[in-house]
Structure formats: structure tokens, C-alpha cells
Nanobody, 121 residues
């Protein structure tokens, strides 16, 4: 069973930066797309950003110009560079991957373990 392993996160002040990373713990046939979702207190999980193997990206309007998603497809790894963080960015961030473990398998949704990002003065 493949797992998405996250790192990064923590407590920062408004205006600070953080970088999150996520990697599959073993080789798989395909992961497309990979991305990040966040879930604030009492809220539904929502898309932050995602990236496809062809380089296409999509961002939530609230993070455009501040967050950047990047990917190393050979290593099945993504990063989320978060700049100019705001208090409303406070949430648990989850890595996501649409994974086909083998060429003959169906593509399924996989999630990382989640990491807390808190932006507070």
C-alpha cells in the first residue's frame, strides 16, 4: 500500500513563509495529479493547489500570487511554497495524489497524514 508522506508546517507569524513537501514512499506507475488541500476548523477540505505531470497548475483564488506548487515527477514529490502567510491560511494541510499503483490498476485518491499550519502573531 503506497503512502504519501508529508513534512513541513508549524507556527509562523503573518507575512512569514513556509514550505511543505510530500512524497510517495515507493515507486508507483503514475500519480496524476498531485496537490494540496486544506481544512480549517469546522470547514470542509478545500483545494489549495494541484499540479499535473504536464505542468498544468490550478490554485485557489485565495492563494494565487502567494503560494507556488512544484513537482519532481521522477521522485513522485511535490512542494508547496507558501509566502506572505495570513491568519486565514491556518488549517491542516493534506497532500493528495491520484495514484495508479500499477499499470493495470484503477486510479484512486490517496491522502497524506496532514500537517498543521498556524499563522498567528
Amino acid at each position: 500500500q503506497v503512502q504519501l508522506v508529508q513534512s513541513g508546517g508549524g507556527l509562523v507569524q503573518p507575512g512569514d513563509s513556509l514550505r511543505l513537501s510530500c512524497a510517495a514512499d515507493r515507486n508507483v506507475f503514475s500519480i496524476d495529479p498531485m496537490g494540496w488541500y486544506y481544512q480549517g476548523p469546522g470547514k470542509e477540505r478545500q483545494l489549495v493547489a494541484k499540479i499535473y505531470t504536464n505542468g498544468t497548475t490550478k490554485y485557489a483564488d485565495s492563494v494565487k500570487g502567494r503560494f507556488t506548487i512544484s513537482r519532481d515527477s521522477r521522485k513522485n514529490t511535490i512542494w508547496l511554497q507558501m509566502n506572505n502567510l495570513k491568519s486565514e491560511d491556518t488549517a491542516v494541510y493534506y497532500c493528495y495524489g491520484g495514484i495508479k499503483p500499477w499499470s493495470w490498476s484503477e486510479r484512486s485518491d490517496y491522502w497524506g497524514q496532514g500537517t498543521q499550519v498556524t499563522v498567528s502573531s
